[in-house]
């Protein structure tokens, strides 16, 4: 019996596992679909009866609804026999970890795969999801002896990602990747030799590591440099034609001589984020043991010792820092809503600061009750701490009773000015009483703070609640004390160390 193969990745060693199959041709990985659609290529002018279509999802760039179009259309015209694979994606292209992204498009591209199999009779399946189920986490003899199906690699495996998977619900994702450049984004040294950064061998581990920082600036995680180099050498190796991150990837750029400690402290202090918000990725051991004793609440993982392992290696750093269990407008909007604060910052220090807020134009607008960023709501109670007076961390489902509940009014503040729509920036949710109204959640995001948002949200309250005495909590922790004296900086008489009453005007 003889064979055509064709992929879009290297399989031409197939041949040789072969035993009772002769292979009549083998298309250079790069131009499959070109000898799917040439009359004039060995598909068409050899007789051979059986074609095998392998298709690698990790490198499947194509539209598959085109790409079955060209598959039914060689089939009309050599009505030869094709054999395609279901894809199943390697663990190398879970960028998107709980958020499923890479799941969904691997369930739909199958569907639609195992649809034309059931349609046309000159196509026949092969179930490669099958053989990458096969012989890793699974023992045929714990399973007839004690019903007990996994092997330890498959417990092993289930135990870190249900840990993971926990860790990311309580704590949420890390939101700043900080990147050194010679021998992290690129082989080699910009300015001193020819970079490593290409389609092939050692340059495509990095090409494809860019890929996957790239993707990760996609989900809403800032990119930052902190490199000890020539600035200009630096960019060079962003506009490398072959260098998938560029200059406006990255939020900050810390190209310099000066120490990498001083640096990072310079990046949260701009960006005003914690340490504890920042993943630095550097090559050189000396810089991590640098950082890992000089700011300890930043996470420095250990580079891997083998450049192959790369990728596989960031992936886990991924899984571990910054898995998502959901994407708000405000994360896809992460680097804008940043890159205007930066510009805000800069116009700051040119003019004085009412001045600076009036030419602002800032337009604040408030939801009441509105379950349409009830995802938002949720993840500012998980991930605010600096203006926030209770820290009290709530569900989407928490949410969503509170809404339903006539006795909570969940008020929610969109900012805008005229370098940015922030979105929802601001979150309170007050309990409303025969006498009295407590707020049980009083909270805004780091970056409209000092723009007198809280002015705003003390009259809203006071609008809707005019004849109520008004219950303020504060709950101390270590990084919310900026706000202990909000609710007396407003006209609120202190109770006790936690409470504060605004009483109704008589």
Known sequence: ??????????????????????????????????????????????????????????????????????????????????ILNTISFSPLAYIDTFLHNTLEKELNINKKLFNLYKKNQNILLFDFTKIVKENTVFDERFWYLARIKFNKIGFEKIASEIETLLYTYKYGSKKVLILDMDNTLWGGIIGEEEIELSNDGIGKIYKDFQYKIKKLKDLGILLAICSKNNYKDGIKGLKHPNSVLKENDFIIKKINWQDKATNIQEI????????????????????REYIKTTLPS??????????????????????????????????????????????????????????????????????????????????MTQKTNQFNLTTKRYTIQDIQSF???????????????????????????????????????????????KRKVEDAIFEKLDKMFPKKNIIGIFYPTPKNMQVKDLYEKFGFEKIDENNFIKRIKK
């Open 298 to 379: 930043v996470e420095v993982p250990d580079f891997p010792k083998d450049i192959y392992n790369l990728n596989s290696w960031f992936l886990q750093v991924i899984k571990i820092n910054f898995s998502k269990l959901s994407l708000t407008a405000e994360d896809l909007k992460k680097q804008e809503q940043y890159s205007a604060k930066i510009k805000r910052d800069s116009l700051s220090k040119k003019i004085g600061y009412d001045e600076f807020l009036k030419n602002l134009n800032i337009k604040l607008k408030f939801y009441i009750d509105d379950k349409r960023f009830i995802q938002r709501y949720a993840q």
């Open 403 to 449: 809404i339903e509940n006539p006795k909570y009014k969940v008020i929610a503040i969109e900012y805008q000015d005229k370098f940015a729509n922030e979105g929802i920036i601001g979150l309170v949710i007050a309990i409303e009483e025969k006498d009295e109204v407590k707020i049980d959640t009083f909270l805004l995001s780091c970056r409209v703070l």
């Open 1 to 82: 019996m003889n064979l055509q193969i064709l992929s879009n990745i290297n399989m031409d060693s197939l041949k040789y596992y072969f035993k009772n199959i002769n292979i009549d041709y083998y298309c250079s990985y790069g131009s499959y679909l070109l000898d799917l659609t040439d009359e004039h290529s060995p598909l068409y002018t050899q007789k051979t009866k059986f074609v095998f279509i392998f298709i690698d999802a990790d490198e499947f760039q194509e539209d598959i609804d085109d790409f079955i179009k060209i598959v039914e259309s060689f089939i009309k015209k050599t009505n030869k026999i094709v």
């Open 268 to 287: 949260s202090k701009e960006l005003n984020l914690g340490l504890d918000s920042f993943v630095f990725i550097d090559d050189n051991p000396v810089e």
